[in-house]
């Protein structure tokens, strides 16, 4: 009887002891584990029911294999849902150490060896990176199972028990339940070569030397095994389908309809370093010093199916940077399948070798080999090197995660779920943003609903499966078109009952504000609670995808089944195992040990070869990354490192490339810099600068920076001049000068009318008191109009509040054709001031954006852009429209204090200051110019947002080329559909606001002509970004 | 024969339908010894009748809310029927039918009536804000109900007073169709209407319109400012009388008034404000040169004000332009204001620059700081040569040649 594994033993210690500990630090922070611990939560809440109403307006979770969740759901009736979330992934750590050491055994025959290679998984790079930053739970249980049944399958194989069948069957199940990629993909790549493995032993065994195997006779040995390797297959074929058969069914009933996500996998890993490194280096980690060995090894005849497997995973894994992985799995699968589980699975299948090149680099004849060439210093050098390598590697992936948060910082949920939970708000779909992978967590302790979710294959809204966001919540991050998907949200949130926002970016405050949101309450844990007001509740009866009932029998009791079976079928053998209380005989593989004598002198040199190519090539990164660094060695160097800092805002690296002869101190720099608030310096992201030298001496340039940013309301595109100057040998940017205006008080007054709304006086669970409902105030619809300019129809006209009270305005336009069919519906976004104080006017417009059109297939642009336009068939041209207004009662966002002064007009271009008189920061002005014709009929309404705020009794320059509006063409101009507060326009102007004096209106345009138009109006709309 | 064969055949075919065993009715005889037809709402309503042979019956209830049917306590010769709480507590009709063996033998109305000794009043008011004149009207809608919630009978008289300032009036309803209702018309004057009803001395919660001024009248505005002068840097405060509406109320706080100011060029200049005691003010500073304003004020579509004027004089009247040693640096400044003091920081200077053969080669801007402007005109860009330069500060152009060497 052999001794108990020493190395496993204490594989399993530090293992445990390392990753166990470790998790509670960065598990919650992963991409993919919240997600899962929310899914847990659906199976805690209703383990039978799949669908559930919290994502996505409803989704099923038939869409992903349960047993990883339900089993977190089984545990968190213990000690809640975390505590299942960490037994679980205690589970799984325990299941890959456990799993490599059989893998290691069954494919070198080793114990000591398969110790190594246990000892080693617990420091892949791959695993920590998979665990402590990926988070996937499902993909490492699922493949550890895999790792535990390959001994099962080949023992069946080669010794045709039927016990080996069982047990290996079991275990299929299992990983099928768990994730379903790993057991298709794991067919394909792990079992494939193994059962060729399995017939070379056998030829072996009938040859005695692996030389004397030739094809014929391995052809002989599968055609002897073939009925075992066809039953083993079509077993498993049936449990892959049959355990998870309603994901299946639901995977055929709802197709994915996603567009492609962009994901990091995907990327060229040489032109998008970042992403070559996460899903490149971290996962090869040390054993990219070790490629040369690996592929000796897999490429020996006994290997010889490994060897073809793990190049094609090697290959697959190097996403889009080479051609290779998109031709051999075509454009569906490449854009769907994430593809650095084949990195995972190709680093995995390395463990043995690696195992092996360690026994025999500590202990073996590698280690007499470079001792006897290079002596004995030498090889404690180059094994303090590899070990040190494998440290750094651990260090560096534990603390990516440190460094380079892919998380925004822990919120603290309390206070959400509680305002949630307070006065009936979970009667209104929520919207989180900036919260990360966190939002999950917020749905899992909910019972509210978002329009937002975090399992982006289970969408079912057009919206969001034809744009290439992950999610809502992030979109920032994906440029025009995410923010273009969010403001689609924002601007109709009718549509999807949603009232409540919760910021925690700033970055998304314009938007909301510019798209009619207000500011409700900060809470305790720093989050804004946005809301928009005329929004109807979610309806009580919500529609569902129903599954039949037995499906669901199906999906729930089958997953833990598989466990169970699995479990009782291999405790016995794990049993005698572990604790020797029998003696079994060794398990067929372990005959096929080697010897490992005499380390063939040629693989030393191409390994030390390929080390030191491996080392050049890392040692030329740094190079590229030292010269992308050195940022005043050109001009364009330090115009880039200058947008950067600033984009970054790090003032003092930006101060830092300003001349220093300028004698403008980092002092005055900052408090110039930081008194600057405005849309591009708080709310913008640096997408895209050009840079075009006007002029270059030796010693000085003059340069034109044409930046583009993302902002969250639009691409804000601004023109620069810069001059440079080269100072010893480095170039400087010439500070600009600054407004030297002083605003004349020290100390002023302001007075305003303040108004205040209780909300619910009486404190009641019942509904509201009616004497509490404050009466909708009555707005009027002054002129509004149908036109279509540059192929795109647009609703533009006039509105006032002719009530006595403050008004938020939600402006509904519905384009109908001349057979009254219904064409699109859109509100008005940011082409309007949406509160109005008594009497206030505002000019407003409706774009009819994609998801408007009622054939979102035919009319909807690939990607949202602001000026591209898919125009409609000519049957379908909309010639009639109908407004619905509603006024609410506002008692926010009521700045009016910004006056336009020191306007002009030369050469086509307005040029004007707005100046604030006010006792409020305007962090944003907005210019909202209306276009009106000789007649003074209202033609056209354009805005423009300034780039920089206007602060206290202090001036902000502005220009504005007005537009050609020549072109547009007037197709409606009835009021006659216009209705208020669902009240026929006319009739309530004529009770409410009898003898309207409509030269009040022409008077205050400005006389201004231009192409198409004769006179313009100017309004002015002022965000304010921090309300004191 | 074979008709008679036929005929055998139909006999056992019909001839096999079971007998019905309903009992002959004659023989069993139901009497209601009930009388009284009208109660009021949760009385008590017990249904007696007196029976022969028989007591297997059943009596159906039927109200506008539903039905029902009771089984009897079976005393000697009567059979005793307790209409429930539902039933007998819901005003209206109640009718009911005496079931046996599935046919009715005796059937009869009940008049359940509201129970006025419990009164309670249920009223709404509606809108809860109005203009003051003679157009806008809330509606006072009063239900009052008996204790178990029928609404009393028509005809029951509810007094409804509503009060606004020192008046009190009062109003004797009926109710009508389960309700009452009045239109109290909004006064000329704004302020708030308390609104009241009472029925069979039950009271109800005191309720509110607010009455809002109705629309403004023409108003005047007026300017108030430190001195006259130009100095882009003094603020001018624009401010309105204080605005009332048709019936001498002060408008609503809040209402935005618009001061456009046309300048000399007939640009059209803007602020805005809002009325607080009937009275807006808003800002704008001082032009930065010679002007002339045309000021007026609006409620859009309502009141417009009379149209002042306000005109500045140029706050510099002239300034001096020097040029460092090497002459790269154009100084401007410095810039006095009208009491020859310095003026305040911040005053627009603009230099245009054109070569030799008359191209403008670049607009320089910067504003002043302690009365001083300069604008650097480095080797690099201006190599040496002729230039004409020409120097803006407050609406005064100076044109300069300039010789760099």
């Known amino acids: 009887m052999k001794r108990t594994n020493v190395l496993l033993i204490l594989a399993l210690i530090i293992g445990i002891a390392f990753h166990g500990s470790s998790i509670f630090f960065t598990l919650e922070t992963t991409y993919d584990a919240l997600i899962h611990l929310f899914f847990a939560d659906h199976y805690a809440g209703s383990w039978f029911e799949p669908w559930d109403y919290r994502w996505y307006t409803g989704f099923t979770v038939q869409a992903y294999p349960p047993l990883v969740h339900q089993s977190i759901a089984i545990l968190s009736y213990i000690g809640g849902l975390k505590f299942g979330m960490f037994t679980v992934a205690i589970i799984g750590i325990i299941l890959f150490i456990t799993g490599a050491y059989r893998f290691g055994l069954l494919m070198t025959g080793d114990r000591r060896i398969a110790g190594y290679t246990s000892l080693l998984a617990v420091f892949s790079s791959t695993f920590i990176e998979t665990l402590h930053i990926f988070g996937q739970l499902p993909s490492i249980i699922g493949l550890s199972v895999l790792l535990h049944s390959l001994p099962e399958i080949y023992l069946w194989i080669k010794t045709g028990k039927r016990r080996y069948l069982y047990t290996s069957l079991s275990l299929i199940a299992v990983t099928v339940t768990s994730h379903h990629v790993t057991p298709i993909f794991g067919m394909v790549f792990f079992i494939f070569p193994l059962i060729g493995m399995v017939i070379m032993d056998a030829c072996k065994d009938e040859v005695k030397v692996n030389k004397a195997i030739t094809f014929k006779i391995f052809f002989q040995k599968f055609k002897i095994l073939f009925w075992r390797i066809v039953s083993f297959g079509m077993f498993s074929l049936v449990l892959i389908v049959g355990c998870i058969l309603p994901y299946w069914i639901n995977s055929k009933k709802n197709p994915i309809t996603q567009v492609p996500i962009p994901h990091g996998s995907r990327d060229n890993f040489l032109e998008v370093t970042s992403s070559g490194l996460v899903f490149f280096m971290i996962p090869w980690g040390i054993l990219l010093f070790l490629i040369p060995y690996i592929f000796y090894r897999y490429y020996s005849k006994r290997y010889l199916f490994f060897g073809l497997s793990i190049s094609m995973l090697t290959i697959l894994g190097t996403g889009g940077t080479t051609p290779i992985p998109l031709k051999i799995l075509g454009e569906t699968a490449f854009n769907i399948l994430t593809l650095d589980r084949f990195t995972l699975w190709a680093t995995i299948m390395a463990l043995p070798i690696f195992g092996e090149f360690a026994f025999r680099m500590v202990e073996g004849d590698i280690k007499e080999n470079l001792q006897n060439r290079f002596g004995r210093v030498y090889h404690r050098i180059l094994g303090g090197c590899i070990a040190g390598g494998m440290l750094f590697m651990i260090i560096f992936t534990m603390s990516l995660g440190y460094f380079r948060p892919s998380q925004p910082q822990k919120i603290k949920m309390l206070p959400i779920v509680n305002f949630l939970n307070q006065d009936n708000h979970d009667q209104w779909r929520y919207l989180p943003l900036g919260f990360g992978d966190q939002m999950a967590w917020l749905s899992s302790q909910t019972n509210a609903m978002t329009v937002d979710g975090n399992y982006h294959s289970a969408r079912r809204l057009p919206e969001l499966t034809t744009r290439a966001i992950e999610r809502l919540e992030n979109s920032k991050f994906r440029g025009v078109e995410g923010i273009g998907s969010l403001q689609q949200f924002l601007t109709v949130p009718e549509k999807y009952n949603l009232k409540y926002i919760f910021s925690n970016d700033k970055f998304y405050d314009p938007i909301l504000y510019f798209c009619g949101w207000q500011r409700l309450q900060q809470l305790e844990n720093g989050i804004m609670v946005w809301e928009k007001l005329n929004i109807p509740p979610v309806a009580s009866v919500l529609p569902k995808q129903d599954v039949h009932k037995a499906l669901k029998i199906m999906w729930g009791v089958i997953p833990l089944l598989t466990v169970i079976i699995a479990f009782i079928i291999n405790i016995q053998v794990i049993w005698y195992r572990v604790l020797k209380s029998r003696k079994i005989p060794p398990p067929a593989y372990l005959q096929y040990n080697l010897a490992f004598k005499g380390f063939p002198k040629i693989m030393v040199n191409v390994s030390h070869i390929w080390s030191l190519i491996v080392l050049l090539c890392i040692g030329y990164g740094f190079y590229l990354f030292y010269l992308k660094n050195a940022s005043q060695i050109a001009p364009t160097n330090v115009i880039n490192a200058y947008y950067d800092a600033l984009d970054f805002k790090e003032f003092g690296k930006a101060h830092s490339y300003l001349d220093p002869e300028s004698e403008v101190d980092l002092a005055q720099y900052m408090l110039e810099v930081s008194v600057t608030d405005g849309i591009l310096s708080s709310y913008a992201k640096l997408d895209s600068i050009g840079i075009t030298l006007l002029e270059e001496h030796e010693k000085s340039a003059k340069a034109r920076v044409d930046t583009r940013w993302i902002t969250p309301l639009e691409k804000v595109e601004k023109s620069e001049e810069h001059t440079l100057l080269k100072r010893n040998g480095n170039w400087y940017i010439q500070p600009k000068s600054f407004d030297n205006h002083l605003p004349p008080d020290q100390l002023f007054t302001s007075n305003n009318t303040a108004f205040f709304n209780h909300g619910r006086r009486r404190i009641t669970t019942q509904q509201t008191n009616h004497e509490d409902v404050l009466k909708q105030p009555v707005l009027e619809v002054i002129r509004a109009k149908l036109v279509k300019f540059k192929g795109q129809y647009s609703i533009i006209g006039e509105i006032q509040n002719v009530d006595n009270v403050p008004a938020d305005v939600v402006i509904n336009g519905t384009l109908y054709n001349d057979d009254d069919k219904e064409l699109a519906s859109y509100n008005a976004k940011y082409h309007m001031k949406h509160k109005l104080m008594p009497k206030e006017t505002t000019h407003f417009k409706i774009n009819f954006e994609g998801i408007a059109w009622s054939s979102t297939k035919d009319t909807l642009p690939p990607t949202f852009n602001p000026d591209e336009f898919t125009p409609i068939t000519l049957e379908e041209q909309p010639t009639k429209f109908n407004l619905q207004c509603a006024g609410n009662v506002a008692n926010t966002d009521l700045y009016k204090q910004v006056s336009l002064q020191q306007l002009s007009y030369q050469e086509g271009v307005i040029q004007g200051v707005l100046f604030n008189s006010g006792i409020q920061e305007v962090t944003i002005p907005q210019l909202l110019v209306s276009y009106y014709n000789d007649k003074k009929e209202l033609v056209w309404i354009d805005h423009n947002f300034l780039a920089e705020g206007v602060r206290i009794q202090r001036k902000q320059y502005f220009n504005y080329s007005p537009i050609n509006t020549s072109n547009v063409e007037v197709i409606n101009t009835s009021l006659e559909f216009c209705f208020v507060n669902g009240l026929p326009n006319a009739t309530i102007a004529e009770k409410i606001f009898p003898n309207r004096n409509y030269a009040h209106n022409e008077e205050q345009l400005q006389p201004l002509k231009g192409n198409g138009f004769d006179f313009i109006k100017l309004e002015m709309n002022s965000y304010i970004g921090n309300p004191k | ?405």
Not at chain 2, 69 to 80: G, M, R
Not at chain 2, 173 to 180: C, D, F, G, Q, Y
Not at chain 2, 197 to 210: F, G, Y
Request: with cysteine; aromatic share 10%.
């Open chain 2, 1 to 405: 024969m074979k008709k008679i064969i036929y005929i055998w055949f139909l006999v056992l075919l019909f001839g096999c339908k079971g007998t019905t065993k309903k009992e002959v009715i004659q023989n069993v005889n139901f009497v209601s010894l009930s009388t009284k037809k009208t109660y009021k709402a949760g009385d008590a309503i017990h249904l007696k009748f007196s029976y022969t042979k028989s007591s297997k019956a059943v009596l159906i209830l039927k109200n506008a809310m539903g039905s029902t049917a009771l089984i009897p306590q079976v005393l000697d010769k009567t059979l005793e029927f307790a209409v429930p709480s539902s039933f007998n507590r819901y005003a209206g009709m109640c009718h009911w039918s005496l079931i046996y063996n599935q046919d009715v033998v005796v059937s009869g109305d009940l008049s359940i009536l509201p129970n006025s000794s419990k009164t309670h009043i249920e009223s709404y008011l509606g809108p809860r804000s109005i203009s003051a004149g003679e157009v806008d009207y809330s509606m006072m809608v009063i239900a009052p109900t008996d204790g178990y919630d029928n609404p009393l009978s028509a005809g029951t008289e509810v007094q409804m007073k509503h009060q606004f300032e020192n008046a009190i009036q009062e109003h004797t309803l009926e109710v009508k169709n389960l309700l009452t209702w009045k239109n109290i018309y909004a006064p000329t004057k704004s302020g708030r209407i308390l609104v009241t009803a009472s029925c069979n001395s039950t009271i109800s919660k005191e309720l509110t319109s607010i009455v809002f001024p109705d629309k403004a009248i023409d108003f005047s505005i007026n300017y108030e400012r430190n001195h006259g002068y130009a100095d882009g840097n003094q603020m001018i405060t624009f401010e309105t009388s204080i605005i009332y509406d048709t019936y001498g109320n002060i408008i609503s706080d809040g209402t935005l008034v618009s001061f456009l100011i046309e300048d000399t060029s007939g640009m059209l200049l803007r602020a805005m404000g809002t009325t607080i005691n009937g009275i807006a003010k808003a800002r704008l500073l001082h032009p930065t040169k010679k002007e002339s304003w045309k000021i007026s004020g609006y409620i859009t579509g309502v009141a417009k004000s009379n149209t002042i004027s306000v005109s500045f004089d140029a706050a510099i009247l002239d300034y001096k332009i020097g040029l460092s040693a090497n002459k790269r640096t154009v100084m401007v400044g410095p810039l006095e204001s009208f009491m020859q003091q310095i003026v305040p920081d911040g005053m627009p200077i603009s230099l245009h620059i054109w070569d030799s053969e008359n191209n403008l080669l670049e607009i320089k801007q910067t504003t002043s700081r302690l009365g001083m402007g300069e604008f650097n005109l480095p080797p690099e860009f201006f190599p040496n040569g002729t230039y004409k330069i020409t120097i803006e500060v407050s609406g005064l152009k100076k044109t300069k040649k300039l010789v760099l060497e």
